[in-house]
């Protein structure tokens, strides 16, 4: 996506958070594309809906150096490897398979985008096991 701005926030149906703002979302061409319920709104409706209470907007040039981004790096030391994503993405459509979400296939759509953008091929089955009982346990 070009000429975009993401945007932090807090929005009314999100318990707020001190310390972060409670939510983000993406702004283009006065629509705003949500991921968290995967639409595309009238940016007027979202926030006349929403009433959102702006707190950080990042335009493309800025996305690299926003804070979360950097605690991210700053933490690793490095940027997010791709093959990590890979994993974390097969383990979302494979938890979207067992039970499908409101928006089951615009994300289904858009992880395929991401697959064949990233030329990602699918892991192992018994891959995915170990993943699986490794998350799990962390719950």
Known sequence: MN???IVHGDI???EKNDEYPNHS???????????TDGFKWEKKLYYEL???IVYEVYDESSVQNYPFYQEVIKKT??????ENLALVTQYIEELE?????????????ELKLWREKNNIQPFSNEIMTKYRKLMENKQ
């Not at 979302?25 to 991921?35: C, L, P, R, S």
């Not at 030391?77 to 791709?82: H, L, Q, R, S």
């Not at 398979?97 to 759509?109: A, C, D, S, T, V």
Request: glycine content about 8%; hydrophobic content about 30%; charged content about 25%.
């Open 77 to 82: 030391g490095k940027e997010i490897p791709i």
């Open 25 to 35: 979302w993406v702004e283009k061409d006065g629509f705003v594309y949500d991921t």
């Open 12 to 14: 009314n149906c999100i």
């Open 50 to 52: 929403f009433q959102p």
């Open 3 to 5: 000429h975009f701005h």
């Open 97 to 109: 398979e067992e039970k499908p979400g409101f928006n089951h296939h615009y994300l289904q759509r």
